[in-house]
């Protein structure tokens, strides 16, 4: 297995597409979308996340000056074409080495990663729309479906893991058809192949729930921030494992503490088998730092004490006087209790003093 | 550390179906159940989530060494279309008008099948009219997509406690109900259609949140119960925890998520379902949950089957168990996959979906010409329930429907067959010849043309796309390239609704 500069090995048989796409001539411009596609990528090319080679990794992202130039939908690109393209280079590279030695089939994976205008298609579930997506010529059609592209990449068995994210919205849109890949089913996969399928919100079905949620935009990046935070450290177990069990658990906590004091919060999915996770860091090796937030604890009018911090069971050896006022210090996510040294001071803080560390810079009126 | 200086947490819900999740201090989750919790825990601090259905509530804990933190009867309310005790949405006027168009239809002389449909304002739509314009947004129609005798002027309303209500006995199969509603403010109002199964010897029940866009049919709740019985959740406990636990299950699959608890499954495993579309939706629910477990899931089926023999969302849960368990142990052999050929669609989308699939894996699921196959490019995705922009038929003529309609159901007068009418329709399909479409794209009405369209356009589109990736000089090597399974797998359309949309885009298409 090739090795990094730092003498780590690479993930030699991982791949990506990342698309980013934020100028739409015929649907409406997004501002984070291209900045979410960089992260991910930034995320998969570094030693401590996916460790792609970065020839692996396969970026359709338009910059600012070519985007300046897409008048119209029809001159926009990335379209869908760019991305089948360089998922067919990927399911040929990875062709040959797995024809070559049957036995790398084990550490294929393939990562889809797409930020931009999506939309739950007429026969879907989650579509990312390409940049020549009119909704004026209602040509929707211009997407890729990635529940399609996943079921594909299943019944293929090309890979032996594939991993998609999707940062978009999933508004229902009757009358557009959602696009699959274009490549004949496989007649004979390598083998069975693990996934993970995770989309920023979930499917809006329901009619208790908001349908005229206009610009689900506001939350966009809030998935791919807590993507990120999770695969940086934040989803760790206490051995360091990070999978698509814990992820998924991190993903949908942070998402919704980021978007708990809007009017509609988000929550996002992830669809994988628990009983079969996708890895995306095994145990072992130091333990990535975890997120840390910066928290202001507030103590009841009149109260001098003196505090104590823990951290589930473990004494965090931080200690506080209340008589100097707030408390503010970093912490790292996760659940805290403030407790008083004085045992009859017990009962005095709000929720027993227990709070909670995670996704935001957190403010605890005990 | 010894299990007595653990702490322990003990979590019961009346509701089958309530998910329980224990967070540690490091936001992992070190326990979770449906229904039930049962957990010893080092003593810490903890977050405690219930879910049930979308609503979610979360708790921090702090757990001392061998404390008990025990609450056995966790409940947390959740919107359900139907009315009934425990969920945020209920009222009890409209229960009662629930009770008594069910009552209505135990009690009354007729076919041997009935429909109770209610249309309410759910708990915090209050606002929303219900009244006569409510009902003509909502039509019934037969098997041969013909409004049902009377439905116009046999509703009752009550526009002050907000309900409406249709109830009667109808013949057993296959039914339409057809729904002008809005997706958004901004969007037009849209025709929908929905299927329906009425199964002999049983009522199902229908309910429908009224919504200041429309009646959301596509979040409607469909309930059943025995014929001659009222259907009332709370009277008797078993029936409550079936209406609960159907619900929940529908949850869970417009999430994509499996609720299955031990709760749900003694009811699922019960031979003696109450309320049979729990069997249907807790099926699908076991599909979903992993690892698949092929004979537990036969065992429903195989009880469903006894219920609900012609009920073609039955007929493809036994596809659909067949694909799992194929899926499950790569041995099994494409072969073994049911002989199935649906014509009417399933009231389920995931059934319907599934049977697509079928169609494009082994070249059945689907029958040819019938409304199941019509449906495919109108389908769209609005939850869980198969619905599709209205297709325009040519033959509403007797002669037409009961050519549709044979794949579906036994013919009367030939006797009422045991086996699904599904099956005995893919006997005939796969000892007739190609059956004639009943949809005819030059011939008929501007909607007739944007019914083929629909199908040519999506095939159109992909096949353009398949002729730039792999570079061919034609459309026709473009299609080569990719096969008919493929485009029909890619486009979701039944197989020979792609051969048809190609046929249709013509030689002058498939030349360039």
């Known amino acids: 297995m090739p090795k990094r500069r730092d003498g780590r090995d690479l993930n030699d048989l991982h791949y990506a597409v990342v698309v980013g796409i934020n100028r739409y001539p015929g649907v409406r411009d997004l501002k984070y979308a291209r900045r979410d596609a960089h992260g991910f990528k930034k995320w998969l090319l570094s030693s401590d996340g996916g460790r792609l080679p970065t020839p692996n990794v396969r970026s359709i992202v338009a910059r600012p000056r ?188 942070s998402v919704q503490a980021l978007t708990e004091t809007k009017r509609f919060g988000q929550r996002p999915t992830m669809v994988a088998d628990p009983g079969d996770p996708v890895i995306f860091r095994p ?68 929720n027993d003093g227990l709070f909670r560390v995670l996704a935001k810079d957190v403010d605890v009126q005990l | 550390m010894s299990s007595s200086k653990k702490a322990r947490l003990e979590l019961r819900s009346p509701q089958a179906g309530v998910e329980f999740a224990l967070l540690d201090a490091r936001l992992q989750q070190v326990a979770s159940g449906v229904g039930a919790l049962d957990a010893r825990v080092d003593p810490g601090l903890y977050q405690l989530e219930v879910r049930a259905g979308p609503s979610v509530e979360s708790q921090l804990l702090k757990l001392g060494a061998g404390e008990v933190h025990r609450d056995l009867r966790v409940s947390l309310a959740f919107p359900s279309a139907a009315p009934f005790e425990g969920t945020t949405t209920s009222y009890e006027v409209q229960q009662r008008a629930a009770f008594e168009g069910s009552e209505r239809v135990a009690t009354e002389t007729g076919p041997p099948a009935g429909i109770v449909l209610v249309v309410r304002n759910v708990r915090g739509h209050e606002a929303t009219p219900v009244d006569k314009a409510t009902t003509t947004r909502l039509t019934l129609l037969d098997q041969r997509l ?59 029940l229908v309910f429908v949140p009224n919504t200041p866009l429309g009646p959301a049919s596509g979040s409607a709740s469909i309930h059943m119960t025995r014929l001659g019985e009222r259907w009332a959740p709370g ?77 073609p969302d039955v007929a493809a849960l036994s596809w659909l168990g067949a694909e799992a368990k194929h899926r499950a142990h790569a041995t099994s052999k494409a072969k073994q996959f049911p002989l199935i050929d649906i014509g009417w669609p399933p009231m389920l989308a995931a059934a319907y979906a599934g049977l697509v699939r079928l169609d494009a894996v082994a ?106 990736t792999h570079e061919v000089d034609t459309r026709r090597e473009a299609i080569n390239a990719s096969g008919h399974d493929q485009i029909s797998i890619a486009t979701g359309l039944p197989v020979a609704s792609v051969e048809r949309a190609i046929e249709r885009l013509g030689n002058s298409w498939l030349s360039s």
């Open chain 2, 146 to 204: 013909r409004p049902v005798a009377r439905f116009r002027s046999s509703w009752q309303v009550n526009s002050n406690q907000g309900w409406a209500s249709w109830s009667r006995r109808l013949e057993p199969g296959a039914y339409v109900l057809r729904s002008e509603t809005r997706a958004s403010a901004r969007r037009r109002s849209e025709t929908l259609d929905q299927s329906l199964w009425l199964s002999r010897g049983w009522q199902t």
């Open chain 2, 235 to 311: 009277w008797d406990p078993i029936s409550q925890e079936s209406a609960s636990a159907l619900e929940l299950a529908l949850w869970g699959l417009r999430e994509g998520r499996a609720v299955v608890s031990d709760d749900l499954l003694r009811l699922l495993l019960n031979t003696k379902f109450t309320n049979p579309m729990l069997g249907i939706v807790g099926a699908h629910s076991l599909l979903l949950e992993p690892p698949f477990n092929s004979r537990r899931f036969e065992t429903v089926i195989k009880n469903l089957k006894r219920l609900l023999p012609e009920h």
């Open chain 1, 66 to 253: 070519d985007e300046s130039a897409f008048r119209t939908a029809r001159q926009a690109w990335p379209t869908v074409r760019w991305v089948n393209d360089a998922l067919e280079d990927i399911n040929l590279a990875v062709t040959k080495h797995v024809q070559k030695d049957p036995r790398c089939f084990e550490r294929t994976r393939l990562y889809l990663y797409a930020s931009g205008h999506g939309i739950a298609p007429a026969n879907g579930s989650g579509a990312v729309l390409m940049a020549d997506a009119d909704l004026q010529r209602d040509a929707l059609g211009y997407n890729i479906e990635l529940s399609l592209y996943q079921r594909w990449y299943v019944d293929c068995g090309l890979f032996r893991e594939i991993v998609i994210f999707a940062d978009c919205c999933r508004d229902r849109f009757f009358t557009a058809p959602g696009m699959g890949p274009p490549w004949a089913a496989c007649p004979n996969p390598y083998g069975p192949t693990r996934f993970a399928l995770g989309f920023a919100t979930t499917f809006a079905t329901s009619a208790f729930e908001p349908r005229d949620v206009t610009n689900l935009d506001a939350a966009r990046g809030y998935y791919t921030k807590a993507l990120l935070d999770g695969l940086g450290g934040g989803a760790a177990d206490p051995a360091g494992q990070i999978d698509s069990t814990n992820l998924a658990t991190y993903v949908r906590l």
């Open chain 2, 363 to 468: 070249r059945g699921g689907v029958a040819p010409g019938s409304l199941a196959e019509a449906i495919a490019p109108n389908i769209v995705v609005r939850g869980v329930w198969t619905s599709w922009r209205p297709v325009a038929t040519r033959g509403t003529s007797k002669a037409g429907a009961a050519r549709s309609i044979a794949v579906s159901r036994p013919r009367p007068g030939v006797g009422r067959s045991r086996k699904s009418a599904a099956t005995s329709g893919a006997r005939k399909a796969a000892k007739a010849p190609h059956r004639r479409p009943r949809l005819d794209a030059g011939s008929a009405s501007g909607s007739d043309i944007a019914v083929t369209d629909a199908a040519a356009e999506r095939v159109a589109i992909y096949v353009d796309e398949v002729q730039r």
């Open chain 1, 283 to 350: 145990p072992g090796g130091p333990a990535p730092a975890r997120p840390r937030r910066n928290a202001v604890i507030t103590f009841p009018k009149g109260y001098k004490g003196r505090v104590t911090l823990r951290r589930g069971q473990e004494r965090t050896g931080k200690s506080w006087a209340a008589r100097n006022g707030s408390w503010q210090l970093p912490l790292e996510e996760g659940l805290y209790a403030v407790v008083s040294q004085r045992s009859a001071d017990a009962g005095l803080f709000q």
